[in-house]
């Protein structure tokens, strides 16, 4: 019988990184998280589709590959995050539907991008004895 054990971490890293160094100190910090956790096998790492992380996941594919740390010679271990596509795709079939889903989009988006008339919306609201449990709200963006 196998004890091996699969084991998901969590990193979760607000950067906004541009210079080619700077990309592979992304590989060398989620690195040393790695060593810090004491991880033996690494099969994937997900993350959005920033071309920063492509160069981050290059040096951990080459770091981890020494180490013989990778699962499959590492053929998986970029794994881009599957809402950040699935917000892609769905952002772009809108696009081409009813013009008055666009007309709605850029309402909510005139509403809330200002105190004065979100509070304007919301007197009109009341006024009209309108019930709801949410405000309108804008689309939250992963990029």
């Given at each position: 019988p196998s004890t091996s054990q699969l084991t998901c971490y969590a990193l979760p890293m607000a950067m906004t990184?541009?210079?080619?160094?700077?990309?592979?100190?992304?590989?060398?910090?989620?690195?040393?998280?790695l060593?810090?956790?004491?991880?033996?096998?690494i099969l994937t790492i997900t993350v959005d589709n920033a071309s920063s992380n492509d160069v981050a996941i290059q040096y951990l594919k080459r770091r981890l590959n020494q180490w013989g740390g990778?699962?499959?010679?590492?053929?998986?271990?970029?794994m881009r995050c599957a809402a950040?596509?699935?917000?892609?795709?769905?952002k772009d079939g809108l696009k081409d539907l009813d013009p008055s889903i666009v007309k709605v989009h850029a309402a909510v988006r005139f509403v809330r991008s200002?105190?004065?008339?979100?509070?304007?919306?919301?007197?009109?609201?009341?006024?009209?004895?309108?019930?709801?449990?949410?405000?309108?709200?804008?689309?939250?963006?992963?990029?």
């Open positions: 990184i541009i210079s080619a160094d700077f990309r592979e100190l992304i590989g060398r910090a989620v690195e040393k998280c060593l810090q956790w004491d991880l033996k096998k990778t699962i499959l010679d590492g053929n998986y271990l970029h950040h596509i699935l917000n892609l795709v769905i200002s105190p004065a008339r979100l509070q304007k919306f919301k007197a009109c609201v009341e006024e009209e004895k309108i019930e709801y449990k949410g405000l309108v709200c804008l689309d939250i963006e992963t990029r």
